[in-house]
């Protein structure tokens, strides 16, 4: 017989006085694609999850700020920020690397009510965090529209 996977959201709601609604949660962070057996690990897994996000944008502003001269992607598209947005998008690269950091610790001296915590405040912050993240996406994307006069002299082959 086929052992049924726990639903996440009903595990979920055992925490719901103590952490943000599953759906909003879910939505950003696409909680239901993680794969548990129970809720022994639950928030830790929550924050994991949470985290990951986190890397990932870290990983994408780290790019930019300190670009790999052979990645012609990472040179185009920094150049469509001025100094003040490099400097605004290093201020979020570093409220972000103190999430990530502070998971880390979590991950080598676990502590279920800091999971707790890092959930709810990182929480608080992801709606400023995502508005930013919004410009810089939506700049590296218009980026590819600008033209550059020396992008046609570059040999590619």
Known sequence: MKEEKPNLKELYKKFQNKLPKFEILDEEFELSSVSIKDDTFLIRTIRRRVNEKVVFYCRIIEGLLYPNTNNFMGMLELKSFDDDEKNKMFELY????????????????????????????????????????????????????????????????
């Open 94 to 157: 570093k409220k972000l690397m103190l999430y990530e950091r502070g998971s880390l610790i979590l991950d080598v001296n676990p502590n279920e009510k800091e999971d707790f915590n890092y959930i709810n405040k990182l929480w608080k912050d992801w709606v400023n965090f995502k508005k930013e993240l919004i410009k810089i996406t939506e700049k590296m994307k218009n980026s590819w529209h600008e033209k550059d006069e020396k992008i046609k002299d570059n040999y590619f082959g």
